[in-house]
């Protein structure tokens, strides 16, 4: 795809700078459109700049080489034939939406294709898992060929009723294929986009159009729908990843979750309990993988504070919050603050000081230590000189997890008019988060000289750093992901060029919104960033039916425009699936640490790793490369009878394996002939298929009956002979016959054929009572060999005349009781020829000329 491109703009080069004649396809679209507005480009140059000025026509981007206008083609043509513009850009190609850029930008097209790859990956056989606000399963993108749903389990937290809630959880309800494919399940995405263009992004089969399609365009889907308003909304996410992983395990498929959501407050470590929860599921067991949303506050301004604490009193002051909010009513301020326990030796008061002036403190409560009163709300009022109320404050403290976690609650603020404070003395550190953007409140960044307010000098500034989501998102074991800008704009469904206002962000750069880490152990965040903002993908259908969201809609009309890192994350999500579906057995570090060995750097990641662009950016192609080994079958291709062994050998150490017959192991105990192929496991759990191996069965040589003529005992085969006595070799036994003698026993005799196949007779006791001499009758054959006819002379009676083919199947029984007998009808060949006499056989080879 890469080549593509690079061949259009080559393509465009050549004919703006080059061809002076009208462009091809230009003449029938003046035809057809002469004053329908347009988005044209001409070179960038000063005569053309003179001539859009003098025209009025706005210039709405421009390149080095480019300048991008919107303008009718009547007027390209006059300006044209006038030569006021030398050059302009008309293109004949069909244009196809494609979702999205993402694709290309991460190497996803060529692993679809299979391009320098040992096949084509597209998630077949792997679950992703979303947990978002719903889905339109409705939406053709996801449903197979048939017209079926790709949605194997919609479990929406939001519903309460109904026979099918899902167990241990005991809420929600959950629907399955069945229900969705005959019309019964209630419950879609109806209030948002979100859920059903985040998965747009991970799982499109762009089947609605042939555009947009998703990173795993062939994976099964598990939703859960997320209810906001349940309580320890965290555990439910949680629960939410328990589900999807053992419906998974039920179905024998890996499974890759989605979590494009979060929360901004918390402990920011990945120690919180939903985090613990996470990290025992992907611990547990090979095949599971998360991937999470780093966070859209990277403009939100400056909301995190991290103080280090020492003796002397140092503080942070919060500005008062006068504004309704839906979560904590206006005046008021409230910080959510988390220490380790090891470092929470310190001691807390509040106070207010003026905003203005000498900024004087004008009232404070008492200090008290951290650890003193755990678990019990702490009361406290903050008096001015004149013993009125500036505010109350309510305190609470607990352990959670090695955590010591401190929330500040102003709940009667009387005035605007004060900078309030936490005031802090003793030994360790902490880190603490609030902000206006959040319904809470900001604190203070523009602070007073030293000489207008001495402490000053003793003032925590807060910073935008750890801005990311936390729990989840903050553990070392699900991927965060960051967000680049996906594409500059787009057509919409109402023809205009879509461009986002006032955000000029670079195709590939990280937006400006996009959280930063590092989470509060110092653990970067985000590990990956990927392509998020300008993102077109699935929407649901009421947002599609409604030409109020037009400019929303992009021209084909079956996608919307979304952005941020929940976009950016189900690429990523996307892209471990198609990781999955070659390394099944592979765990979640296997895929961070080969995500991170494959990541691409640009002039916009700089050097890496960094708390902006994390590792860098993922390369699909890479990364399933990375785990490309090669794996072969080796044994025996022939087989002398229905058994047999085959083992897997590859490039690199392999762990198992499994065979096309059923069989699991890196060795094959075979009980037929036939084609077998093996699909080979190494250290990392990527799989690697073999060759077909056929295996065919050798046909042993014939060989007769051991029969005995007084003291000898014969057999008939093609070739080599070696009798045995009572199964061990008879040394220089090699010929037809065998003059036996006592000590008698079993006998048997063997031949082996070229390709090492034994055919050997049945054990044979002979009879030792009243044994004859091998002359007590004798028998002619002649002529032998003979054209034809063959005549028997014996001494004796002969009975039977028993007639075999060379493959020793027998041909003819003939029946005599006379001393001769005549054989013909034979074709040319070689035959064994065994008479009977007197309860006796003699046997001799003929040959048909």
């Known amino acids: 795809m890469l080549r593509i491109i690079s061949f259009i703009f080559f393509l465009v080069f050549i004919s703006i700078h ?6 091809f396809g230009f003449e029938d679209y003046l035809k057809r459109n002469p004053q329908k507005i347009t988005t044209f480009c001409i070179s960038n140059s000063t005569k053309h700049l003179n001539l859009l000025e003098k025209e009025g026509v706005k210039i709405k981007y421009s390149t080095t080489h480019y300048l991008f206008i919107s303008a009718t083609a009547n007027w390209i043509d006059e300006q044209k034939k006038i030569k006021a513009i030398d050059d302009f850009y008309f293109e004949f190609a069909p244009p196809m939406a494609l979702s999205d850029t993402a694709l290309v930008l991460h190497h996803v097209k060529d692993v679809h294709n299979g391009f320098g790859l040992d096949k084509s990956y597209q998630g077949e056989n792997v679950i992703i898992g979303i947990v978002d606000q719903g889905l339109d399963w409705n939406h053709p993108d996801f449903k197979d060929s048939n017209g079926n749903t790709r949605v194997l389990r919609y479990w929406d937290h939001s519903v309460n ?7 241990p959880y005991n809420y929600g309800v959950v629907w399955n294929s069945d229900d969705i494919n005959n019309n019964i399940c209630t419950s879609t995405e109806n209030s948002t986009a979100h859920g059903t263009t985040v998965t747009g992004i991970a799982a499109s089969n762009g089947r609605a159009n042939g555009t947009n399609t998703g990173m795993a365009p062939k994976s099964s889907l598990i939703v859960v729908e997320t209810d906001f308003n349940l309580a320890n909304w965290t555990l439910t996410i949680a629960d939410a990843c328990d589900y999807i992983f053992s419906v998974a395990d039920s179905l024998g498929m890996p499974a890759v979750v989605n979590l494009s959501l979060g929360t901004y407050l918390g402990s920011h470590d990945g120690n919180d309990p939903a985090s613990e929860y996470i990290e025992t599921l992907l611990d547990s067991k090979e095949g599971r993988i998360v991937v999470s949303a780093a966070g859209n506050s990277g403009a939100k301004g400056k909301y995190h504070v991290h103080a280090d604490i020492d003796n002397d009193t140092s503080f942070v002051w919060f500005a008062n919050n006068p504004s309704s909010s839906a979560l904590l009513g206006p005046n008021h301020i409230y910080f959510d603050l988390w220490s380790d326990t090891s470092s929470a030796n310190f001691s807390f008061a509040y106070g207010a000081n003026l905003t203005s002036l000498n900024y004087s403190e004008r009232g ?5 230590p951290a650890m003193s009163s755990l678990n019990t709300p702490l009361l406290d009022t903050i008096f001015n000189s004149s013993g009125q109320v500036i505010a109350t404050i309510e305190t609470y403290t607990e352990l959670e997890n090695g955590n010591f976690h401190l929330e500040g609650y102003f709940s009667s603020i009387d005035s605007t008019d004060y ?15 609030s902000g206006a953007w959040l319904g809470l409140n900001d604190i203070i960044s523009q602070v007073p000289t030293s000489s207008q307010y001495p402490p000053i000098t003793h003032y925590h500034y807060p910073d935008s750093l750890q801005t990311i989501v936390s729990s989840w998102n ?5 991927i965060s992901v960051g967000n680049v800008r996906n594409r500059h704009g787009h057509i919409d469904a109402n023809g205009n060029y879509y461009t986002p206002a006032n955000d000029n962000t670079p195709v590939g750069k990280r937006s400006p919104n996009s959280s930063r880490g590092p989470n509060r152990h110092s653990v970067l965040k985000p590990d990956v960033c990927a392509s998020g903002d300008v993102t077109l993908a699935s929407a649901p259908i009421w947002l599609l039916n409604n030409p109020g969201n037009n400019s929303l809609i992009d021209s084909g009309g079956w996608h919307a425009r979304n952005g941020g890192t929940s976009m950016a994350s189900p690429v990523v999500a996307g892209i471990a699936a198609l990781y999955l579906e070659k390394c099944r057995r592979a765990t979640y570090s296997n895929f961070k640490t080969d995500l991170i060995n494959t990541v691409f750097t640009d002039n916009f990641t700089g050097a890496i790793p960094n708390i902006n662009y994390g590792y860098g950016k993922p390369h699909a192609k890479n990364l399933l490369n990375l785990n490309s080994f090669s794996a072969a079958i080796i044994g025996d291709d022939s087989l002398c009878t229905n ?7 590859g490039s690199e150490t392999l762990t198992d394996g499994i065979w096309s017959d059923g069989n699991i192991g890196l060795t094959n105990s075979i009980e037929s002939p036939g084609q077998y192929v093996a699909t080979a496991y190494n250290l990392s759990g990527c799989a690697a298929l073999t060759d077909t191996f056929d295996v065919v069965l050798m046909d042993p040589l014939p060989m007769l009956p051991i029969i005995q003529s007084g003291t000898t005992l014969a057999t008939l085969s093609l070739t080599n002979y070696q009798w045995t006595l009572n199964g061990v070799d008879i040394p220089g036994a090699t ?3 065998l003059e036996i003698e006592p000590p008698y026993g079993v006998y048997t005799c063997y031949c082996t054929s070229e390709a090492g196949c034994i055919s050997e007779t049945e054990p044979y006791s002979p ?5 004859m001499p091998n002359d007590s009758f004798s028998i002619q054959i002649y002529p032998n060999p003979s054209q034809g006819v063959f005549n028997v002379l014996c001494n004796e009676k002969i009975e039977i005349i028993e007639i075999f083919g060379s493959d020793g199947k027998l041909i003819k029984t003939l029946i005599f009781n006379s001393n001769s007998a005549v054989i013909d009808g034979l074709s040319s060949g070689i035959y064994h020829l065994v008479c009977h006499v007197q309860n006796e056989k003699f046997f001799s080879k003929i040959i048909r000329i």
């Open 161 to 167: 009723s109904g026979n099918n809630t899902p167990q």
């Open 767 to 771: 009879n030792i009572s009243g044994l």
């Open 735 to 737: 010929s037809s016959t």
């Open 364 to 368: 404070t409560t008492s200090f008290s």
């Open 643 to 649: 058994q047999g062994l085959l083992s897997l050998i």
């Open 474 to 478: 903050c553990s070392e074991k699900v």
């Open 18 to 23: 080059s061809i002076s004649q009208v462009q």
């Open 419 to 433: 900078l309030f404070s936490l005031k802090t003395f003793g030994n360790g550190s902490y880190d603490l988060w």
